[in-house]
């Protein structure tokens, strides 16, 4: 695991966290959480350490480290452009829900950490709408369809915990019309990958199966 992570070796940790293959004690083992800690300290690969983290189970680790976690993530909201970590992130979106996800989980199992890491949350979210307000048409689609390593969309993350700063630019609207109508809609007979199937479906005429 420590091997994976400082080889940064995204698709290995991907496979083998969704398959369990390090077992369900990994995060128990002091080296990993120091080399995750160590990676954060360096501002490398950011998203890297908080999709691993997503498998974590936070109530196994001391609290001073979770100290120094959450010290790590508020960099994001507190320090200025020139060495924010997020502007290290190929995807500041995925790795904002991300960051909030772990924090939540880490309230959720650390009470004393639960007031601390919800208003981290909110600052964060106000950090995303501001990063979404100035990003060009053409990367929304592309940033919104990317996925975690549980293969969840930043768009499904969003919605399914409830981020709703990060969905209120009318970019992120026309993004939704464009999944629901699909493009063309005009000139497709359902068979483009980019059709939105229901409304396909809703508006095709009935064909009736011979025999």
Known sequence: MVFALRNQNEIFLKFALNESIFGVNFFMDDKVREELLAMLAHKAKTELVLNVCVY????RWPQSQLREFIDYVNEITSLGHEQNRILLSYNPILTICLACITLE???RNISIFHHEGQMLIEQLLTLGAKIIEYMSD????PMFMDIDFKNNTVLHLITAHGYAPLMADDKISSLLDELWHGKLTYNCDGNLSD???LTYLAG???KKLPG
């Open 56 to 59: 974590a189970d936070f109530s």
């Open 105 to 107: 989980n880490i309230g």
């Open 138 to 141: 053409d990367v929304v689609r």
């Open 195 to 197: 059709f939105s199937i």
């Open 204 to 206: 095709a005429p009935i």
